[in-house]
């Protein structure tokens, strides 16, 4: 299985701050790479997809980038909405797998 | 617009087999254009994949699931299942249905969630 390795597993942000979420690879999956968003009692929320095209419907200030093994996933103006725990997912391969998550809070 | 809906008993008793069901509406289960997938969630933990099947009803699980998990399409209810057998407390969770589509690679529909205990 390939493992994803997210940090950190925690941050605290304001509102307005720039915040940015790394996902690591434990093999070359190219850039078979999506990030999602989860809050408290919801289903997860797909944001970004082949490591860097933006859903639709997903606001801008989202943003990913990487291939490979490295991964980003950047939020550039953090906003009241935004915190909730993000997940890496690869869909490289079978299994797909996912990050432990990062959980964004309020600063 | 894809929805997916998931059902099954809340409760289970260890070593019992865990039984679920994902309704899809809003397209035929077998059109051919997704997989057909499975995900679970303990309380305060992240996401763990279970596996996934297609209309023809070839399958891929999680390993380390493998030995105890089986999935099937039900096309004429337009349902899928999981079953997962000699379930511990550890089983316990939030049990997604989640569509991959066959020409892309991420999932994005995904059901509500429902929670399955593991308790005698």
């Known amino acids: 299985d390939i493992q994803m390795t997210q940090s950190p597993s925690s941050l605290s942000a304001s509102v307005g701050d720039r915040v940015t979420i790394t996902c690591r690879a434990s093999?070359?999956?190219?850039?078979?790479l999506n990030w999602y968003q989860q809050k408290p009692g919801k289903a997860p929320k797909i944001l970004i997809y082949?490591?860097?095209s933006l859903e639709s419907g997903v606001p801008s200030r989202f943003s990913g980038s990487g291939s490979g093994t490295d991964f980003t996933l950047t939020i550039s103006s953090l906003q009241p909405d935004d915190f909730a725990t993000y997940y890496c997912?690869?869909?490289?391969?079978?299994?797909?797998?996912f990050g432990q998550g990062t959980k964004v809070e309020i600063k | 617009q894809v929805q997916l809906q998931e059902s099954g008993p809340g409760l289970v008793k260890p070593s019992q087999t865990l039984s679920l069901t994902c309704t899809v509406s809003?397209?035929?289960?077998?059109?051919?254009?997704?997989?057909w997938n499975w995900i679970r969630q303990p309380a305060g933990k992240g996401l763990e994949y279970i596996g996934r099947?297609?209309?023809?009803?070839?399958?891929n699980y999680n390993p380390s699931l493998k030995s105890r998990v089986t999935m099937s399409v039900d096309t004429s209810k337009n349902h899928f299942s999981l079953k997962l057998s000699s379930v511990t407390a550890a089983d316990t969770a939030v049990y997604y249905c989640?569509?991959?589509?066959?020409?892309?690679?991420?999932?994005?529909?995904w059901g509500k969630g429902t929670t399955v205990i593991v308790s005698s």
């Open positions: 989640a569509t991959e589509g066959y020409n892309y690679y991420y999932m994005d529909v």
């Open positions: 809003g397209a035929s289960i077998n059109s051919g254009n997704y997989y």
């Open positions: 099947i297609y209309t023809s009803g070839s399958t």
């Open positions: 093999q070359n999956i190219r850039n078979y």
């Open positions: 082949g490591a860097s």
């Open positions: 997912q690869q869909s490289y391969s079978n299994p797909r797998t």
